[in-house]
């Protein structure tokens, strides 16, 4: 639309209907009430049962009410980011017809900053009717961010009120362990219940980093790593290999045993190994790998590689059929792993195993079960969008599941999008501000699996599971 300046409000229909909206407390109390009644009565010792619901089911409770909660809020702060797209795409071509240099700039600099991390700029800005759209984006997610304490702190209210009940009745009936349990979950619920100064969000126990933005460097993963889940993983092989200068890169062949020094790696190009069955590769630590060009791709071809404390940032990695890598304290930004090479056969022909590493922005463009075999311990993975798991040949969801040659245990994901099959592999793991999709096509699972998932704030888009596939959505713990 061409017309004047002022008419650029009834053009933003998504943001007025977002600014006016409210959703009624009446609602939230009503399903948080059913949950109530609906849960199973707490035995007594002398075998009669009491009108109170039993610990795991508030907890099973709580869990699911916070989500239901938060997640048409995450839904309406969407709506209004691509409301206020809009608004600034038609503000950009009448400022451009109208030949508006400056201005035109500024609102090019505010759809940069919507892009990079969907959010209006912080620049100083003079065109009028830039800031009036600033004005109404800020003033309708003020309106959210509060409307969504609001319920929260109706929700932490109602189980905070309903665990504080449950401990003099479990005292009662004699199990005093349970009682405590209640009472510190109670405490715990109060403690980080969304308040003004944390942004509307609850602190989260599981170490230093918090739960957005900031991925830790190599080594700095905040995630707690049991002794049972480590015991699982393949073990590391010692490799013992001769020094070899930076220079091998440009060398069309390499030793069947080789150490590349420490140094800062360009890979440009296709960079390969090949045709040698055999081959071992170690990296000194502290080494970095960024690619150069958009055709940046490194294949390790068959060889056993280990490392630690690595960079590897905007390239293509690849391990051929017999690649086994084994990296611990690295830090990927932007890669694409997986298998490579034309060769096929057996099972898992790509082993990858990732312990204590951060992963940011990308992973794999496909994973088939057969191409690539993942052992994840103990990571970070942030801003993450996984394909389905392709189920290949005969492989079947549920044994795939619960084969240790697939398996991500002990991690954290946050700002992921991650399918079904993929929350599959996942156990004891954490997932924050995470989306959980369906896959496309439909899965069967012959045996039963069973997966706790840590959330907080997380949008469950996947309907109804395959039969034998469970998800017990679990609350964050709390400090």
Known sequence: ?????????????????????????????????????????????????????SLPALQSAYATARIDASVPFAAELKQLVEGYRAALERLQETTQAKGALEALLEVRGELDSLQADGQPGTSKITSPQLMKLRGIFAESKQSIVERQA???????????????????????????????KAKALAEAIKVGAPDAENGGRPEMGIGSGGGSGNVPGAGKIPVKVTARAENRLAEVPEIEA??????IFSKPDWPLLVMLPKGDYAIEGVTKYESKKGRMLVISAGSTFRGEGDKAHWNVANAITTGKSLTFE???????????????????????????????????????????CAIEGSFVDTWATRHTGVQMLGCRIEGVKFPPLVYLNDDEPSEIALNDEMMILDSYFAQCEIPVSVLSLTEDCVFVDCRFVADPNPLTFAGKVKRTLKVDNCEVDYGALPANLEFELEELPLR
């Not at 053009?11 to 059913?34: N, Y």
């Not at 929260?152 to 362990?177: I, Q, R």
């Not at 001769?242 to 220079?247: H, I, T």
């Not at 890669?335 to 204590?356: A, C, I, L, P, Y």
Request: net charge neutral; hydrophobic share 40%.
């Open 314 to 356: 905007g390239f293509n990695l690849r391990g051929n059929l017999g690649s086994r890598l084994y990296l611990e304290q690295c830090s990927f930004k932007d890669m694409v792993m997986g298998k490579g090479g034309g060769w096929f056969g057996g099972r898992f022909m790509s082993r990858w195993q990732f312990r204590n």
């Open 1 to 53: 639309m061409k017309g004047e300046p002022n008419n650029y409000l009834s053009e933003m229909p998504t943001l007025i209907q977002i600014h006016k909206r409210r959703i009624g407390g009446a609602v939230l109390l009503l399903l948080v009430a059913l949950a109530w009644f609906e849960l199973p009565p707490l035995e007594a010792q002398n075998g009669s049962t009491e009108k109170q619901p």
């Open 150 to 180: 609001a319920a929260m702190h109706e929700v932490t209210s109602t189980y905070t009120t309903a665990l504080e009940a449950l401990v003099p009745e479990l005292t009662k009936v004699g199990k005093l362990d349970e009682a405590l």
């Open 242 to 247: 001769p020094l070899v200068g930076a220079d």
